[in-house]
Structure formats: structure tokens, C-alpha cells
């Protein structure tokens, strides 16, 4: 079974569209992520929900809005899409949100393209 | 300067080879650190955490030098299967979970 889930994989769009990435995990933790991995590699975090309540929010635009309607689920919806913004995302979660040594499970990650 | 520095590699080595990657972060208040892997256009998945003390996992040593802001992973008798990219990782604060990750480097295991 699937850890942490992650729709759609693959995602192609026109610039100025507007999008959403939904992520799921089954782990039963409390806290989530959203990352940016872009064309260099380097993989940034974007959000972070405990329980529901938003903990992390580093300086991204906010055409950029995470959802969490309960603590399984974190969605990220992407308003006035640029090409900029093309780049794998990825979810991951860990059980609590402190103590800096609780291991963040990572999902499979989307693929957006915005052409 | 980055907050977590690594040579991106590739480091091409032979089945059986020894090698070591090292990483330096910027943060001296920095409070945990890992490394994770990560396959070509999968996930990144946890390693191991590397401890003061350093720490062994079978053939992975971690190491962490606090006074010099530097960390290290030596893989031992590599495999094939260690192919792949090693994502060096600092948490800055002992609270929330965020993790800074560096760029990564890359290693290339052939027969």
C-alpha cells in the first residue's frame, strides 16, 4: 500500500491556468509537507501542516495556497500558473512536527510542466 | 554561501569501491542532520541520521564534525544499487521540521 499519494503525476499546462496537486498519506502522521524540486535539483520546502494548522510558509508567492482538509490529506492549488513554476512538487509527511529527527516520508512526487 | 554545500559529483566508481561524500552547512546552531537518497526520477528516502557520536548502517558510516560544520557518508564494498544521487540534509532549528536539503551528489556504481 501506497505511503504517501500524490495526483496527478504528470501534469502539462498553459501558462496562466490555474491548477491543483492533491496528496494523500495513510501513515497516520500528523504533520505534512509541501516541496519544490526544480530543474537544478535543489528541493526547497514550501508549506507545512500539523494537524490541519499551517507551521511553515517560506516566502512563496501566493498564487501558491496548501489546503489540509483534515490531517491525511494536503492539497496545493496554483493560481495564474508561470513558467517558473514548472518543477517536480512533492508531498511527504512525518508523525509530529518537532524534535528535528522525525523522518519525513516522501511522496512520488508531480511532475508539472507549464509550457 | 548555501546553507548546505556539496560537491554535485558524479563520482564513477567500480563494484567494491570505498567512497565518501562530504557536506558542509552554514548554520552552527543547526540542530539534526541526515542523508537521504534519491533514485533517478523517484522520491527522496532516508538514509540514515547521522549522530555526533557517528553511526554505522552496515556498509554506510556517518559522520558529523560539529566544530567544522561538516558532514560525511563513506559507503563501503559499493553496489550497483547505490547508484544513485545522496541529498545531504540539516534541520537548522531543534523545533519545527524543516529540513534544508543540499543540491546533492551524484554516484555511479559500474561493474
Known amino acids: 500500500d501506497t505511503a504517501v499519494s500524490q495526483t496527478p503525476k504528470y501534469l502539462v499546462t498553459q501558462m496562466g491556468n490555474d491548477k491543483s496537486i492533491k496528496c494523500e498519506q495513510n501513515?497516520?502522521?500528523?504533520?505534512m509537507y509541501w516541496y519544490k524540486q526544480d530543474s537544478k535539483k535543489f528541493l526547497k520546502i514550501m508549506f507545512s501542516?500539523?494537524?490541519?494548522?499551517?507551521?511553515i510558509n517560506e516566502t512563496v508567492p501566493n498564487r501558491f495556497s496548501p489546503k489540509s482538509p483534515d490531517k491525511a490529506h494536503l492539497n496545493l492549488h496554483i493560481n495564474s500558473l508561470e513558467l517558473g513554476d514548472s518543477a517536480v512538487y512533492f508531498c511527504?509527511?512525518?508523525?509530529?512536527?518537532?524534535?528535528?529527527?522525525?523522518?519525513?516520508?516522501f511522496g512520488p512526487g508531480t511532475r508539472l510542466l507549464v509550457l | 554561501r548555501k546553507e548546505v554545500e556539496q560537491d554535485p559529483g558524479p563520482f564513477n566508481v567500480p563494484e567494491g569501491a570505498t567512497v565518501a561524500f562530504n557536506c558542509t552547512y552554514s548554520?552552527?546552531?543547526?540542530?539534526?542532520f541526515f542523508w537521504y537518497r534519491q533514485d533517478c526520477r523517484k522520491e527522496p528516502k532516508l538514509l540514515m541520521s547521522?549522530?555526533?557520536s557517528g553511526n554505522e548502517d552496515g556498509r554506510f558510516t556517518a559522520q558529523l564534525n560539529r566544530a567544522s560544520q561538516y558532514i560525511s557518508l563513506l559507503i563501503r564494498d559499493s553496489k550497483l544499487s547505490d547508484s544513485a544521487t545522496y541529498l545531504c540534509?540539516?534541520?537548522?532549528?531543534?523545533?519545527?521540521?524543516?529540513?534544508?536539503f543540499g543540491a546533492g551528489t551524484r554516484l555511479a556504481v559500474h561493474p
Open positions: 511527504a509527511s512525518s508523525q509530529g512536527m518537532g524534535g528535528g529527527q522525525e523522518t519525513q516520508y
Open positions: 547521522v549522530y555526533s
Open positions: 540534509v540539516v534541520n537548522p532549528s531543534g523545533g519545527y521540521n524543516k529540513l534544508i
Open positions: 501542516y500539523n494537524n490541519k494548522e499551517l507551521i
Open positions: 548554520n552552527s546552531a543547526s540542530q539534526s
Open positions: 501513515l497516520g502522521h500528523d504533520t
